[in-house]
């Protein structure tokens, strides 16, 4: 039998170390031609397809070459890698675990097996096997790579620096390491050595556009939403269909309160423009009939513990499963005892993450799917890319994100008068407008914290607070804030989610400029859940932000009898808290302007004894607000569904309405 040749093997790998990988692959077919049952042919073969960029040709043929050679690790190394970069992680973990055990010895092959673990959600796993390549080989630099990549995932900033520094001290400039280096020393609340070390992998034309991505947000997170936009910008101006840029760039735009609503459109516009299809060519073969029961998928990556499970949770638990079927597509990897929870209120789960949009779209086409909600808007792990595509006869948006997706194949936004008045807003909209009685569907805590007395009455003195992240803290909302502040004599501002000592010396600059020392000002980092509950305990009053104002930290603030001060505006994203605000009959609590805002503040904390009796009643108010009722709001969305469905049997287009607040009355409720 002729075998492929020593000559042959150094020829390919010659041609490899050039990155000449069209020649790598006529050597490889060369090689089968004389030596069609060499399984070393068929491997390099599989290897110049995964290296072209053609992962699934490389599986074939790495496949081939298992065949023909059960017991070469190498071979098993190199098909787990393949799969891997398919998105096939668990044939991928089969195929390392056979390599493992052919060669326990070979420390690469462990560092690939960590690399999966990784990226199909197992870091702690990971972690593991990055370690043992380690112990087999110390200076094996992606071994310290992909374990510092883990130890961040799993929120051991300090140590996943260590492995970075490691890694480039193993080999200087290495971007991707100088990449991870940044993700770990935000985590651990350096941000301005964040911003630096990232800077520094922009020049490397590998990692260029993820270090731009990655300092979008480290902008974001220091408050700076001018920058964010422009490093997201710059990616798209490279590569305009890179999706998550343009998400970075919408989302920062949203907090940014120098721009207008009109502009904020029109760049969400701009990125329908880029990925809609012609929906002209587009068509489905769900059955049309206008009372059957219907087959209704919801798309997120935070169906996990993250605020939206808490507003997507008590619909999902009350949904008439008679009148429709539930799928949940789950677009991460890192599924928790709230994904468990999740799961058992739908008739099927699905994790999609790392599915590529053609792949996730047929697999909602072959379920049938008649109605298909995004509940991500621009933020992260979104699908939006997917839903341009069409995969449902009716899709809608709602609760992740305030504004538009700017997509026209998205064809409704669920909300309600309270979140959007009507003629507002609908003209920042790609989408038709489905107004429920009360779109105010969020699952308190049930074991908080007992709602703490008024802690003016043992301070003597006020503490207002803001636990809303430092990118909606914008010029305007620190300069109104300080007004109250100073008319509130002796009064303190607590403010959350500050965790970087530079962060909090930056904040305490900008109040300073309008005259609030910094004695009047506590910080507190992002604290562990009932930490960050228990801290309203030390809270009189939540000030809003805005143009993005508060929705999940406004909902908690009530829970925990803590009144919000909300400022509605000419947007969405302005109307989140004035929403929460007015279902639960706090609309004296809203205003329309900064001044405003200012004279609210100073008369309704004027006399400390009301407010001690606002703050013992907030949480059975909020409790027992009609409009907070899950039922309403579940029975008011079966029935916008409803009629979505009616108009596309009909084969009428999508348009805004608004289900009838006697649905609201009759709501149907478990809780």
Request: aromatic content about 8%; charged content about 20%; glycine content about 8%.
């Amino acid at each position: 039998m002729t075998t492929v040749s020593a000559t042959e093997v150094s020829a390919w790998m010659a041609s490899l170390h050039a990155n000449d990988l069209a020649a790598c692959k006529r050597l490889a077919q060369h090689m089968i031609g004389s030596a069609k049952a060499d399984a070393r042919a068929w491997h390099l073969l599989g290897l110049s397809c995964m290296l072209s960029g053609d992962a699934g040709l490389g599986v074939s043929q790495l496949r081939h070459a298992v065949r023909l050679g059960p017991n070469d690790a190498s071979v098993w190394d190199a098909l787990g890698v393949a799969l891997q970069r398919s998105g096939e992680w668990a044939a991928s973990a089969e195929a390392f675990a056979t390599s493992i055990t052919l060669a326990p010895h070979v420390a690469g092959i462990w560092s690939n097996a960590a690399v999966n673990a990784l990226e199909c959600g197992d870091a702690k796993e990971a972690v593991r096997r990055a370690t043992r390549a380690i112990e087999l080989q110390p200076d094996l630099v992606e071994a310290h790579l992909v374990r510092g990549n883990a130890l961040n995932t799993i929120g051991s900033g300090v140590a996943a620096v260590a492995a970075f520094e490691t890694a480039l001290r193993l080999r200087p400039e290495f971007a991707e390491a100088l990449l991870g280096l940044g993700c770990a020393l935000q985590r651990c609340g350096k941000l301005q050595d964040a911003i630096a070390v990232t800077h520094r992998a922009v020049s490397h034309p590998a990692t260029r556009t993820k270090a731009c991505i990655n300092l979008s947000g480290m902008y974001c997170a220091i408050g700076d939403n001018t920058r964010a936009a422009e490093q997201a910008r710059q990616v798209i101006a490279i590569e305009p269909t890179s999706a998550q840029a343009w998400s970075n760039m919408l989302y920062a735009m949203a907090h940014d309160e120098q721009l207008s609503p009109e502009q904020v459109f029109d760049a969400h516009a701009a990125f329908g423009r880029q990925f809609d299809v012609p929906l002209d060519d587009v068509r489905h073969e769900n059955s049309p009939d206008p009372a059957r029961r219907l087959r209704i998928g919801f798309v997120s990556a935070d169906f996990k513990d993250h605020p939206v499970a808490r507003f997507i949770e008590p619909i999902l638990a009350d949904f008439d499963r008679a009148r429709a079927t539930l799928s949940a597509y789950m677009a991460a990897p890192d599924e928790d005892a709230v994904s468990a929870r999740l799961r058992a209120h739908v008739d099927a789960w699905h994790n999609v993450f790392g599915m590529d949009d053609e792949r996730l779209r047929c697999l909602i086409v072959s379920h049938g799917i008649d109605i298909l909600v995004d509940l991500s808007g621009h933020t992260a792990g979104n699908r939006l890319t997917c839903f341009a595509l069409k995969p449902a006869p009716i899709q809608a948006t709602w609760i992740g994100y305030p504004g538009t997706t700017g997509l026209a194949a998205m064809d409704y936004l669920i909300c309600d008068r309270f979140a959007a008045p009507f003629g507002l807003f609908e003209r920042f909209f790609t989408e038709r407008f489905a107004r429920l009685p009360s779109a105010g569907a969020f699952q308190p805590v049930a074991d908080a914290p007992a709602v703490a007395g008024l802690p003016a009455a043992r301070n003597g003195y006020l503490t207002f607070a803001s636990f809303n992240r430092p990118n909606k803290l914008g010029d305007a909302v620190i300069a109104t804030w300080a007004r109250v502040l100073h008319a509130r004599t002796g009064s303190r501002m607590l403010l959350g989610n500050v965790g970087a000592p530079e962060l909090a010396a930056h904040l305490t600059a900008r109040f300073a400029t309008h005259g609030i020392s910094a004695d009047r000002l506590v910080f507190h980092p992002r604290l562990p859940f009932k930490d960050y509950l228990a801290l309203h305990a030390d809270v009189d009053v939540v000030l809003d932000t805005w143009p993005y104002s508060g929705g999940t930290t406004t909902n908690y603030a009530l829970w925990m009898g803590v009144p919000v001060l909300a400022m509605r505006g000419p947007s969405r994203a302005h109307c989140q808290s004035s929403a929460v605000l007015e279902r639960v009959g706090l609309g004296d609590w809203v205003v329309d302007d900064v001044d405003t805002f200012v004279d609210r503040a100073l008369a309704l904390t004027g006399d400390v004894g009301t407010l001690a009796v606002l703050r013992a009643g907030l949480r059975e108010q909020y409790a027992s607000a009609p409009l907070r009722r899950q039922g309403v709001v579940v029975r008011g969305l079966e029935c916008a569904f409803r009629v979505m469905w009616q108009r596309w049997c009909e084969g009428q287009g999508p348009e805004s309405f608004e289900v009838p607040a006697d649905v609201a009355a009759e709501g149907r409720s478990r809780d």
